[in-house]
C-alpha cells in the first residue's frame, strides 16, 4: 500500500516556472517507477513523465526540454520541474506507481495522488 501526496500546484504566468512534489505518506516508492500524469478538465489524463528506479527518465514530446523529473528516495518524494510554462500545460497533475506495461498509459499504474492543480495564464 503507497499512499501519495502531490502538491506545488498555483496559478501562474506563461513563462513562469513551478515544481511539483509527490510524497509517499504511506510506504515506498523507493523500488518504483514513478510518473506524472496531467488532465485537462474534458480531456483524457495523459503521460508527462517517468523517472526510474536508475533514475532513468522519459519525458512527453509536448514537454522535453522544459519539464525535468527528478526522485530523492531518501525522502521518499518525486519533483517535477516545470519551466518555460504554457497557458496549454494547465491542468490537474498526479504521480503514480508504475506496475507493469508501458509507461506512457494509466493501466499500468498501481497508487495515485490526489492531483494538484497548475493554473497558466497568458
Known amino acids: 500500500q503507497v499512499q501519495l501526496v502531490e502538491s506545488g500546484g498555483g496559478l501562474v504566468q506563461a513563462g513562469d516556472s513551478l515544481r511539483l512534489s509527490c510524497a509517499a505518506s504511506?510506504?515506498?516508492?523507493?523500488?518504483?517507477?514513478m510518473s506524472w500524469f496531467r488532465q485537462a478538465p474534458g480531456k483524457e489524463r495523459e503521460f508527462v513523465a517517468a523517472i526510474t528506479w536508475r533514475s532513468n527518465s522519459y519525458y512527453a514530446d509536448s514537454v522535453k526540454g522544459r519539464f525535468i523529473i527528478t526522485r530523492d528516495n531518501a525522502k521518499n518524494t518525486v519533483y517535477l520541474q516545470m519551466n518555460s510554462l504554457k497557458p496549454e500545460d494547465t491542468a490537474a497533475y498526479y504521480c503514480?506507481?508504475?506496475?507493469?506495461?508501458?509507461?506512457?498509459?494509466?493501466?499500468?499504474?498501481?497508487?495515485w495522488g490526489q492531483g494538484t492543480q497548475v493554473t497558466v495564464s497568458s
Open positions: 504511506v510506504g515506498t516508492i523507493t523500488i518504483y517507477t
Open positions: 503514480a506507481t508504475h506496475r507493469s506495461g508501458s509507461y506512457y498509459y494509466t493501466p499500468g499504474y498501481d497508487y
